[in-house]
């Protein structure tokens, strides 16, 4: 049932992002003066649809092979002697390839720049509904626990973060993130030498940045968090038993537990197993057996030295700024993922994720927040990858006419044939290859 939740939830969001980059093309045609003849949902390929109506002189449905939609605009190619009988009769006027370069542009476009509203709608929505959660304990409880990489940059243990670049304002949304990942990153700690404490700008290579993406941030540093535990459901009835309260975890499965960020991931690695719990309580070491509750959860409350959140409620203004920001943001990280995988820094198939491994970003229930954070983080992706330079992406048209508006000259039949071709081909086996980790991944 899980993994039914999962897919339902991918391709709601695949199909939310396909249809708003679509309605982008067919809005923008239409707004030109183009006559748009078909408007599908995933492909009808071999004539065969799930569902279709017409209205205004288009045809609206949804096909059976889910891998995006299209629009189909009259007269797409100038010379096309193999044009339907019904479409004979469409003016020039309403054709597509009779529109000025600089309006064929727009169309092409307009899918990717609804692609990126419907990122910034969904995250200003999600600041103006939740607020933000502002970190107030950088410099006292935001204690780090450096990683390989963090290491490698200068970072001890028990470095306490004061500032980010400067920034000593930061928010929970802003903390794990690869915001902080863009290259000569300077962190401000404070360190502590005997009875003394010292302040600290410890700048951060780019190379190591790099690495950081391409690892992970814990890599970097983890949230120093020694935590106790409450009570632990230690039998089939789940009925709590107290008698280790107080109790400090130190491994979980034989695997050792420094900070809450190592139990998080051991339990999401031990998903399907049978938890065993190592602590220690009166001096005495310990191991037990912890049941899972209904929803899933180990039941134990915190005693936890985590950073403090100061919740904060923020205005339409403040939601707008924000989500722009978060856009941006996200855009510069996509950008510089794809930039690291051309210059072959970053794997193709770490780097690029799949059908399979993008429905598992997707939770287990249903997480509203979840849910249209990552549906805004695809659709930007989306509309980035239609920007690349291949046909049939949006990108390898916006080039070709890019090159149209240079010599004043229209594209051939035959060099859209080839061109469309030699796209097609190689989209096809990257799409292969994405699919085939994708399963690597899971088996």
């Known amino acids: 049932m899980e993994i039914v939740i999962m897919i339902v939830q991918f391709m709601l969001g695949i199909s939310l ?3 708003v980059h679509e309605l982008g093309h067919f809005l923008a045609a239409r707004a030109i003066g183009i006559k748009v003849k078909k408007f599908y949902l995933f492909f009808d390929t071999f004539g065969w649809r799930l569902f279709r109506f017409h209205y205004k002189g288009t045809e609206f449905g949804i096909g059976w092979l889910p891998i995006g939609g299209y629009i189909r605009m009259i007269g797409t190619i100038a010379d096309d002697e193999n044009e339907p009988d019904e479409d004979v009769n469409v003016p020039t006027t309403q054709r597509y390839y009779s529109k000025p370069v600089w309006q064929r542009m727009i169309v092409m476009s307009a899918g990717i720049l609804m692609n990126l509203l419907l990122a910034l709608v969904i995250y200003c929505s999600l600041f103006l509904y939740y607020g933000r959660n502002q970190i107030t304990g950088l410099g006292s409880s935001f204690t780090i ?3 390989e990489l963090g290491i490698q940059a200068g970072l001890q243990p028990g470095d306490q973060v004061t500032a980010i670049n400067a920034d000593s304002l930061l928010y929970e949304d802003e903390l794990l993130s690869t915001h902080l990942m863009h290259g ?3 962190l401000s700690i404070v360190r502590k030498h005997g009875n003394e404490r010292v302040h600290l ?3 951060v290579s780019p190379k190591i940045m790099q690495l950081v993406a391409d690892k992970g941030l814990t890599q970097f540093f983890s949230i120093k968090a020694g935590f106790k535990i409450d009570s632990v459901y230690t039998n089939l009835d789940l009925r709590k038993n107290t008698a280790f309260k107080n109790a400090h975890i130190i491994a979980l499965n034989g695997d050792s537990v420094r900070t809450y ?3 998080i991931i051991r339990l999401k690695e031990n998903k399907q197993r049978q938890l065993y719990l190592t602590v220690i309580h009166d001096g005495k070491t310990n191991t037990m057996l912890a049941h899972r509750d209904k929803d899933g959860h180990i039941g134990f409350s915190l005693d936890s030295k985590l950073p403090s959140y100061k919740p904060e409620s923020i205005n339409i203004s403040q939601s707008l700024t ?3 920001s978060k856009v941006w943001n996200t855009i510069s990280e996509n950008t510089k993922g794809l930039s690291q995988i051309v210059k072959g820094e970053v794997k193709v198939k770490d780097g690029l994720l799949g059908p399979i491994r993008i429905a598992g ?7 509203g927040k979840r849910f249209w954070s990552l549906v805004a983080l695809l659709s930007t992706g989306l509309g980035l990858i239609n920007l690349l330079p291949l046909a049939p992406l949006d990108g390898g048209v916006m080039a070709v006419l890019f090159w149209e508006a240079l010599t004043g000259k229209k594209a051939s039949r035959n060099f859209w ?4 071709l030699s796209g097609l081909l190689f989209v096809i086996l990257l799409s292969a290859y994405i699919l085939f980790n994708d399963i690597r991944s899971i088996t």
């Open 17 to 19: 992002m396909v249809t």
């Open 145 to 147: 626990l450096p990683g």
């Open 184 to 186: 000569n990153t300077v």
């Open 201 to 203: 700008h410890v700048a």
């Open 261 to 263: 960020n190592d139990f």
């Open 322 to 324: 924000a989500g722009s």
């Open 361 to 367: 970003l997707f939770s287990s229930h249903f997480d």
């Open 417 to 420: 044939a080839g061109f469309y």
